[in-house]
């Protein structure tokens, strides 16, 4: 005799398709951070940073607001994290 479970016959599952649309979370806020990649006279990277602001352009005047400290750090880069979410779309007809 071949295994030792029962086996239930006649049962049956239907599964939906279903189309899945990917695209930026409205209920959550993107995070921006602009961070100093300048170097000190001894070649020390600076890695100061804005801190985390949700509107772009307040993270993005941080640089000049540095730079008046730090006139010889001249480069940055800019994290973006912008949360994403899938939901099921319509049926389609």
Same mark, same amino acid.
């Given at each position: 005799? =071949?295994?030792? #479970? @029962?086996? %239930?016959?006649?049962?049956?599952?239907?599964?939906?398709?279903? #189309?899945?649309?990917?695209?930026?979370?409205?209920?959550?806020?993107?995070?921006? #951070?602009?961070?100093?990649?300048? !170097?000190?006279?001894? /070649?020390?990277?600076? /890695?100061?940073?804005?801190? %985390?602001?949700?509107?772009?352009?307040?993270? %993005? =005047?941080?640089?000049?607001?540095?730079?008046?400290?730090?006139? %010889?750090?001249?480069?940055? /880069?800019? #994290?973006?994290?912008? @949360?994403?979410?899938?939901? @099921?779309?319509? !049926? @389609?007809?």
């Amino acid at each position: 005799m =071949l295994g030792s #479970l @029962p086996r %239930e016959i006649g049962r049956r599952r239907m599964f939906r398709f279903v #189309l899945w649309k990917f695209g930026p979370d409205p209920d959550r806020d993107s995070v921006h #951070l602009v961070y100093c990649e300048g !170097e000190d006279e001894d /070649g020390t990277r600076c /890695g100061a940073d804005s801190g %985390e602001y949700t509107d772009r352009e307040a993270a %993005e =005047l941080w640089p000049f607001e540095h730079a008046t400290e730090y006139p %010889e750090h001249r480069s940055y /880069g800019h #994290l973006a994290y912008r @949360p994403m979410i899938t939901t @099921p779309t319509e !049926e @389609p007809s």
